[in-house]
């Protein structure tokens, strides 16, 4: 019996997720239908666009890589019901922390150099991240409030620093100087962007899935996201999971930037992290804070981008349309998500130590 009633809970959630997904893919068919001179051109770009060539495709698998990395570090930070909404910030220190690391080692060995570069990523962004969870510990500082307002203002210092002291005089981009070709993540499908990256971001999601439902700490980290006081009665330590997910969110935050600027930009470009942060949130909510439905759930972020670039190029759209079905998804996942939770009586959450 509670197998069935396993089997019919899932059963009802792919079907509301799948609602939800065709109700956004509807969506922008009217919009298409409503903005185009050219509808039937604009929704054949849109929907087969990224499928028509290799390049396509390929930088469609290729926005999709540091959306995993993000859209995990969201899903760990769910898991435990922190509200990481610093994202944005974490993934642009991220990468500016592997750029300057690989700046600051012009003699270093390639791999050695990379290695160091991502390490630099993840440590600045989970201790960025980590610092709040420490004010949630420390002094009861809603970490939804800190990680939203460290997040902005790191931005303006990060972009300060790019556009002023660590600005390239010889190009004309606002960017840093480019690092040195060996410390490039190797390209899978020339000549687009598609790199090393998106293989790793598969093996993260695996070793994160592992991490939050085989292990002793992803069991504690579980418990403390469904009920404090009960962890609390129950010997774990909740003080220490106010802080820890919001770390390692933090870092897999910051791999996303260290990954996108090793593989694709190979120098911190302002403003590359285009929306991906706030994008994770939406991916994390789809594939309900599993780590394995991270991927499908970023590689259909991913897809609607493409559409959306394919359709604007090739036809008469503009590009705004991706960013409006992606602002319904997110609204029908957040829905959706609200409403499962009111329908759970028993559930008690309290997120004070």
Same mark, same amino acid.
Not at 54 to 79: E, K, Q, S
Not at 168 to 182: I, K, S, V
Not at 212 to 241: D, P
């Given at each position: 019996?509670?197998?069935?009633?396993?089997?019919?809970?899932?059963?009802?959630?792919?079907?509301?997720?799948?609602?939800?997904?065709?109700?956004?893919?509807?969506?922008?068919?009217?919009?298409?239908?409503?903005?185009?001179?050219?509808?039937?051109?604009?929704?054949?770009?849109?929907?087969?666009?990224?499928?028509?060539?290799?390049?396509?495709?390929?930088? $469609?698998?290729?926005?999709?890589?540091?959306?995993?990395?993000?859209?995990?570090? $969201?899903?760990?930070?769910?898991?435990?019901?922190?509200?990481?909404?610093?994202?944005?910030?974490?993934?642009?220190?991220?990468?500016?922390?592997?750029?300057?690391?690989?700046?600051?080692?012009?003699?270093?060995?390639?791999?050695?150099?990379?290695?160091?570069?991502?390490?630099?990523?993840?440590?600045?962004?989970?201790?960025?991240?980590?610092?709040?969870?420490?004010?949630?510990?420390?002094?009861?500082?809603?970490?939804?409030?800190?990680?939203?307002?460290?997040?902005?203002?790191?931005?303006?210092?990060?972009?300060?620093?790019?556009?002023?002291?660590?600005?390239?005089?010889?190009?004309?981009?606002?960017?840093?100087?480019?690092?040195?070709?060996?410390?490039?993540?190797?390209?899978?499908?020339?000549? @687009?962007?598609?790199?090393?990256?998106?293989?790793?971001?598969?093996?993260?999601?695996?070793?994160?899935?592992?991490?939050?439902?085989?292990?002793?700490?992803? /069991?504690?980290?579980?418990?403390?996201?469904?009920?404090?006081?009960? @962890?609390? /009665?129950?010997?774990?330590?909740?003080?220490?999971?106010?802080?820890?997910?919001?770390?390692?969110?933090?870092?897999?935050?910051?791999?996303?930037?260290?990954?996108?600027?090793?593989?694709?930009?190979?120098?911190?470009?302002?403003?590359?992290?285009?929306?991906?942060?706030? @994008?994770?949130?939406?991916?994390?909510?789809?594939?309900?804070?599993?780590?394995?439905?991270?991927?499908?759930?970023?590689?259909?972020?991913?897809?609607?981008?493409?559409?959306?670039?394919?359709? $604007?190029?090739?036809?008469?759209?503009?590009?705004?349309?991706?960013?409006?079905?992606?602002?319904?998804?997110?609204?029908?996942?957040?829905?959706? @998500?609200?409403?499962?939770?009111?329908?759970?009586?028993?559930?008690?959450?309290?997120?004070?130590?």
């Amino acid at each position: 019996m509670a197998a069935q009633e396993r089997i019919g809970t899932l059963a009802a959630r792919a079907a509301g997720l799948l609602i939800t997904l065709g109700s956004s893919l509807l969506l922008a068919v009217l919009l298409i239908l409503l903005l185009s001179r050219q509808p039937l051109q604009a929704a054949t770009y849109f929907f087969a666009g990224p499928f028509l060539n290799g390049y396509d495709f390929g930088n $469609m698998l290729n926005y999709a890589a540091p959306l995993i990395f993000a859209g995990l570090g $969201m899903a760990v930070a769910f898991t435990s019901s922190e509200f990481n909404l610093g994202g944005e910030g974490q993934i642009y220190l991220g990468g500016l922390a592997a750029t300057l690391a690989c700046l600051a080692l012009p003699s270093a060995p390639g791999p050695a150099g990379i290695l160091l570069a991502l390490l630099a990523a993840a440590a600045a962004s989970a201790l960025l991240a980590g610092l709040s969870g420490f004010l949630k510990m420390g002094w009861r500082i809603d970490e939804l409030i800190t990680s939203f307002l460290l997040s902005g203002a790191v931005i303006l210092v990060v972009d300060y620093l790019v556009t002023g002291p660590l600005d390239d005089p010889q190009n004309n981009l606002l960017a840093t100087r480019g690092f040195a070709e060996r410390f490039f993540l190797f390209k899978l499908l020339p000549p @687009s962007n598609l790199n090393a990256s998106l293989p790793i971001a598969l093996a993260a999601a695996g070793l994160v899935w592992l991490l939050v439902f085989k292990t002793h700490l992803g /069991y504690e980290m579980r418990i403390c996201g469904l009920n404090q006081e009960f @962890s609390r /009665y129950g010997g774990i330590n909740v003080q220490a999971y106010l802080v820890l997910p919001m770390v390692v969110s933090g870092a897999l935050h910051g791999l996303a930037g260290g990954f996108a600027v090793l593989g694709t930009y190979h120098r911190f470009l302002k403003d590359f992290s285009a929306g991906v942060g706030w @994008s994770a949130i939406a991916v994390a909510l789809i594939a309900r804070n599993n780590p394995l439905g991270v991927l499908p759930a970023a590689l259909f972020f991913a897809y609607l981008e493409a559409g959306a670039r394919a359709a $604007m190029l090739h036809a008469d759209v503009t590009f705004e349309i991706a960013s409006i079905v992606q602002a319904a998804v997110f609204f029908l996942i957040t829905a959706r @998500s609200l409403y499962c939770v009111a329908r759970l009586p028993g559930r008690v959450r309290d997120d004070r130590p």
